[in-house]
T-cell receptor, first 111, second 115 residues
Framework: DVKVTQSSRYLVKRTGEKVFLECVQD?????MFWYRQDPGLGLRLIYFSYDVKMKEKGDIPEGYSVSREKKERFSLILESASTNQTSMYLCASSVGTSEQYFGPGTRLTVT | GENVEQHPSTLSVQEGDSAVIKCTYSDSASNYFPWYKQELGKGPQLIIDIRSNVGEKKDQRIAVTLNKTAKHFSLHITETQPEDSAVYFC??????????????FGGGTRLMVKP
């Protein structure tokens, strides 16, 4: 079974802090994605990566950056956390045009 | 870009009844339509998908229909069971690029099946 793991299930940070969210997949997938999930808005794509060191912006990249130094790991970085970034963050991976496999999510609260 | 609307936002049914969730999309170039189920405390999981060259697809108690002319697609769950209770998301893909299918999600439907 494909396994996508995220470093934390819950995270509380203060405004202005730098925040790192880590995602690891164990199926050698080339594609990895970061979404945020908010009630009524579904999942919105922040960034995605199709290869090591390759990244592209999704629909809502403002305030975020990403890093992919190894194929299995994709990091989401909030350079200076703000309260409007309080949300559920979901990581996913896929190969080719196949289904996306999601991690369990990280619920981030910025106070 | 693509816009996907999903209705209803909440749905309550009695065990054994059918449930229908509807989605509309805006981009006529969309060609892939997956449905995901998200249980409490878990990430979304694909339950069924359909491509634009097919009008209907079934998998046991779950079926999806697609009307390309009207740009809408629906999820049908028959003989609902309490374990069907979850949040369901539809999605549409109008872009394929270096990272495969780029998905735009609907807002989600919380389905509650009462025993």
């Amino acid at each position: 079974d494909v396994k996508v793991t995220q470093s934390s299930r819950y995270l509380v940070k203060r405004t202005g802090e730098k925040v790192f969210l880590e995602c690891v997949q164990d199926m050698d997938h080339e594609n990895m994605f970061w979404y945020r999930q908010d009630p009524g808005l579904g999942l919105r794509l922040i960034y995605f990566s199709y290869d090591v060191k390759m990244k592209e912006k999704g629909d809502i990249p403002e305030g975020y950056s990403v890093s992919r130094e190894k194929k299995e790991r994709f990091s989401l970085i909030l350079e200076s956390a703000s309260t409007n970034q309080t949300s559920m963050y979901l990581c996913a991976s896929s190969v080719g045009t196949s289904e996306q496999y999601f991690g369990p999510g990280t619920r981030l609260t910025v106070t | 870009g693509e816009n996907v609307e999903q209705h209803p936002s909440t749905l309550s049914v009695q065990e054994g009844d059918s449930a229908v969730i509807k989605c509309t999309y805006s981009d006529s170039a969309s060609n892939y339509f997956p449905w995901y189920k998200q249980e409490l405390g878990k990430g979304p999981q694909l339950i069924i998908d359909i491509r634009s060259n097919v009008g209907e697809k079934k998998d046991q108690r779950i079926a999806v229909t697609l009307n390309k002319t009207a740009k809408h697609f629906s999820l049908h769950i028959t003989e609902t069971q309490p374990e069907d209770s979850a949040v369901y998301f539809c999605a549409a893909s109008s872009r394929s690029n270096n990272a495969g299918n780029m998905l735009t999600f609907g807002g989600g439907t919380r389905l509650m099946v009462k025993p």
